[in-house]
């Protein structure tokens, strides 16, 4: 018995693991690299918030626009996080720790 042939639409397509990756050395970009700047300049950004040009603590900035950065930050930090150490799965574990029932023994005297 012979299957039918499937219309050119459903056939399975070759998937090319590098071509995205040629695609951004083609145009000289790399995200990783971006990232890093993008990181250092926020750094730079929260310690001229803090210190003035002569390294003396401001008496005043923004602590909501600090915060705002520092989440930034730590969405970078935890984004390239993952290109040098491989992703550990979080198992939580969890144990019945309900204590055990009462028991009332009745005896007739």
């Given at each position: 018995?012979?299957?039918?042939?499937?219309?050119?639409h459903?056939?399975?397509?070759?998937?090319?693991p590098?071509k995205?990756?040629?695609?951004?050395?083609q145009?000289?970009?790399d995200?990783?690299?971006?990232?890093?700047?993008?990181?250092?300049?926020?750094?730079?950004?929260?310690?001229?918030?803090?210190?003035?040009e002569?390294?003396?603590?401001r008496?005043?900035f923004?602590q909501v626009?600090?915060a705002?950065?520092?989440?930034?930050?730590?969405?970078?930090?935890?984004?390239?996080?993952?290109?040098?150490?491989?992703?550990?799965t979080e198992?939580?574990?969890?144990?019945?720790v309900?204590?055990?029932?009462?028991?009332?023994?009745?005896?007739?005297?």
């Amino acid at each position: 018995m012979q299957l039918p042939k499937l219309p050119d639409h459903l056939l399975p397509t070759v998937v090319e693991p590098n071509k995205s990756v040629d695609k951004l050395n083609q145009l000289g970009f790399d995200p990783i690299q971006r990232l890093v700047i993008l990181h250092d300049n926020i750094d730079k950004e929260l310690n001229n918030m803090l210190y003035d040009e002569d390294g003396e603590p401001r008496k005043k900035f923004s602590q909501v626009a600090y915060a705002a950065l520092l989440g930034i930050q730590a969405k970078i930090s935890n984004d390239l996080m993952r290109y040098g150490y491989a992703r550990v799965t979080e198992v939580v574990e969890t144990r019945d720790v309900s204590p055990e029932p009462i028991r009332i023994v009745l005896n007739k005297k």
